[in-house]
């Protein structure tokens, strides 16, 4: 059973992985699927024709509705229930820094977007049974010094990725990307929280960068569930 209590306001760091510790991401339509998911479930609408929008992405490396943003991107950030702060996908977890809005805000979008993904991942691979580890698990972020170390934390964990040790700012599936150069995603991923502790984006870029900040004894033990 999860232990946290999530309250409108406040921060919280969700993480969860593959089933047996197996690669949730096969090749890069999942990964972009995914991508759309933690984007654009933030508000309760619903979302047509998806395939269109990823195959979109794999031609233009934007989603269409980014290009002109549409009334519905602006519905979206209007109407959310959780706000994106920063994010990074691996090729068997992910972690999301996210903030509550609305009161079951959290619940309600990890439970869409993990339901979705695993369907749509079951279907494509011929499979069945649980895609990912059970429920997501949460950290409460107790004051800002931890909310920077996680947003750290979240962004570096590419590193762990031979091919992307030393380019950590050009990950393709993480925000860092959006907070040291433009954000892809426009009004979907709120950078505002992390930025306005800065007197400029290259400094957030430069203290992640230098940041040791690794998975507390927690987080840890929520990935070996």
Not at 40 to 53: E, G
Request: proline share 4%; charged share 25%.
């Amino acid at each position: 059973m999860r232990k946290v209590r999530f309250c409108p306001g406040e921060y919280y760091h969700v993480l969860n992985r593959g089933v047996g510790k197996e690669n949730i991401f096969l090749d890069e339509r999942d990964w972009i699927r995914f991508l759309f998911l933690i984007l654009y479930l933030q508000a309760p609408n619903t979302i047509y024709n998806i395939s269109d929008h990823v195959t979109h992405f794999t031609k233009h490396r934007v989603f269409s509705s980014l290009r002109k943003n549409t009334v519905a991107l602006k519905t979206i950030a209007k109407e959310r229930t959780v706000e994106l702060v920063c994010f990074t996908l691996m090729p068997n977890h992910f972690h999301l820094l996210i903030r509550e809005k609305e009161p079951s805000g959290i619940s309600n979008y990890l439970q869409r977007v993990q339901n979705a993904y695993s369907k749509y991942f079951n279907i494509k691979y011929k499979r069945s049974g649980h895609v990912l580890q059970g429920p997501f698990r949460a950290i409460h972020i107790e004051d800002n010094e931890q909310f920077l170390y996680t947003s750290a934390y979240i962004h570096s964990n590419p590193r762990q990725l031979s091919p992307w040790r030393n380019k950590i700012t050009e990950y393709p599936w993480s925000s860092f990307m959006d907070y040291t150069h433009e954000n892809r995603w426009d009004i979907l991923l709120v950078r505002k929280y992390l930025l306005t502790q800065f007197k400029k984006p290259s400094d957030y870029t430069r203290s992640v960068l230098h940041s040791g900040a690794k998975l507390t004894e927690e987080e840890r033990s929520l990935l070996d569930f």
